[in-house]
Structure formats: C-alpha cells, structure tokens
C-alpha cells in the first residue's frame, strides 16, 4: 500500500473528506485527489502534517505499521472523528470549554473538603 492508499485508507476510516485534510495542511483538494487517481504520495513536508492531522505515526504513514502497538477503543476513535471536525480556530475554545465543564471525583471531593 502506497502513502496515498493509507490516507485514503484513514479517511474512509474516520468519514472524512478529502477537503477536511486538504484544508488541515494547506493544499488543494486536487493535490489530495492526486493521490488516489495516480496512485501517488503526498511530498515529505506533507508526511507529518498529514500523521498529525490523522493522529497516527509518520511510521504508519511510511511502512503502515506503528512503530509502538496503540489501540484506541471504538469510543476513543468516535472522540477523535469529532475532534477532527472542529474547525482549527475553534478547537481552543473547545478545549477551554471541557477542562472547565470536566469534573473529575477524586479532585472534586478533596477541595470540597478542604
């Protein structure tokens, strides 16, 4: 499997669009196509923009496999599928908004107490 095949891999994984990734790292949707239609792969700038985008490894997007063994559970994966449609100008916000709203017991009781 080329570099393309495994990004079109994850984005099927995840329900993404190429535009989403387009987007993320700055280029065209076309230059995303062009990874699929000649079967081509995204040039080594691209590489780890593209592993953070997926939240994978450079490894895995070179060899396909993971350099560490890292299993999400289908929960954690539907997390990241939602993160990954924040907006990047709002994903601060968003990050403000749950540390605010978390409540964590252990914490919570020891400064109640307090």
């Known amino acids: 499997m080329t570099i393309g095949e495994r990004v079109f891999f994850l984005l099927d994984k995840y329900g993404l669009q190429q535009k989403e990734l387009a987007d993320a790292i700055?280029?065209?949707?076309?230059?995303?196509?062009g990874w699929?239609?000649?079967?081509?792969?995204?040039?080594?700038d691209l590489?780890?923009?593209?592993?953070k985008f997926?939240?994978?490894?450079?490894?895995?997007?070179?060899?396909?496999?993971?350099?560490?063994?890292?299993?999400?559970s289908l929960e954690d994966e539907e997390w990241l599928n939602i993160i990954h449609r924040i907006p990047e100008d709002r994903q601060s916000m968003c990050k403000d908004f749950l540390r605010?709203?978390?409540?964590?017991?252990?914490?919570?009781?020891d400064k109640k107490q307090a």
């Open 36 to 44: 699929k239609i000649r079967k081509g792969s995204p040039s080594a």
């Open 100 to 109: 605010t709203h978390m409540v964590i017991p252990e914490k919570y009781a």
């Open 54 to 72: 997926f939240h994978v490894s450079t490894d895995f997007l070179l060899t396909g496999e993971e350099a560490e063994s890292k299993t999400l």
């Open 47 to 51: 590489i780890s923009p593209i592993a």
């Open 26 to 33: 700055n280029v065209s949707k076309a230059t995303v196509n």
